[in-house]
């Protein structure tokens, strides 16, 4: 499964630079699991998804605990961390790895006419051969995909192979 997380460019830029390892957010999805593709769309002025990761672990915490993480991995500075935050006793860490920033990035014109995707406010689930498309278009290796022999499907090559390992 993939997810489209909308992020601000300054975030991206320390994503794909390997200084920023987990992403923050006042709420997630129970489905989002390990595994899981990250599909980083950078928000104004980019307005475009850049780039991928592969989600390794998502974890509630209370914001104290929570802002020891996002000082050394979170890319982000305490008064903008508790701005964020303000308000709740608990956030999310998503942590990430294998961060790699696309070729050619899908503008979000090309997000709603090719794929009938709209610009989420935070996160979105997409399908997978909608995922499969958007690496394409980024230029990164989908993989190909077949059945095994348990009933699951098995990719061999790019991001789809990463997010099932």
């Given at each position: 499964?993939?997810?489209?997380?909308?992020?601000?460019?300054?975030?991206?830029?320390q994503i794909f630079d390997g200084l920023k390892t987990v992403e923050l957010r006042r709420r997630v999805s129970p489905r989002i699991s390990v595994g899981s593709l990250m599909l980083v769309y950078e928000t104004m002025p980019t307005k475009a998804i850049t780039g991928v990761a592969v989600i390794t672990s998502v974890n509630a915490m209370p914001?104290?605990?929570?802002?020891?993480?996002?000082?050394?991995?979170?890319?982000?500075?305490?008064?903008?961390?508790?701005?964020?935050?303000?308000?709740?006793?608990?956030?999310?860490?998503?942590?990430?790895?294998?961060?790699?920033?696309?070729?050619?990035?899908?503008?979000?014109?090309?997000?709603?006419?090719?794929?009938?995707?709209?610009?989420?406010?935070?996160?979105?689930?997409?399908?997978?051969?909608?995922?499969?498309?958007?690496?394409?278009?980024?230029?990164?290796?989908?993989?190909?995909?077949?059945?095994?022999?348990?009933?699951?499907?098995?990719?061999?090559?790019?991001?789809?192979?990463?997010?099932?390992?």
């Amino acid at each position: 499964m993939a997810y489209i997380f909308s992020i601000k460019p300054e975030y991206c830029a320390q994503i794909f630079d390997g200084l920023k390892t987990v992403e923050l957010r006042r709420r997630v999805s129970p489905r989002i699991s390990v595994g899981s593709l990250m599909l980083v769309y950078e928000t104004m002025p980019t307005k475009a998804i850049t780039g991928v990761a592969v989600i390794t672990s998502v974890n509630a915490m209370p914001l104290h605990s929570l802002w020891s993480v996002a000082e050394r991995e979170g890319g982000i500075l305490r008064d903008a961390f508790f701005s964020y935050f303000d308000g709740l006793e608990d956030g999310f860490a998503i942590s990430i790895r294998s961060a790699t920033k696309f070729p050619v990035p899908v503008p979000l014109s090309a997000m709603m006419e090719k794929y009938e995707l709209q610009a989420p406010q935070s996160y979105r689930e997409i399908p997978d051969h909608v995922t499969a498309a958007l690496l394409r278009h980024g230029q990164i290796s989908a993989g190909h995909q077949h059945s095994d022999p348990s009933g699951g499907c098995k990719s061999h090559t790019g991001f789809l192979r990463l997010a099932a390992a």
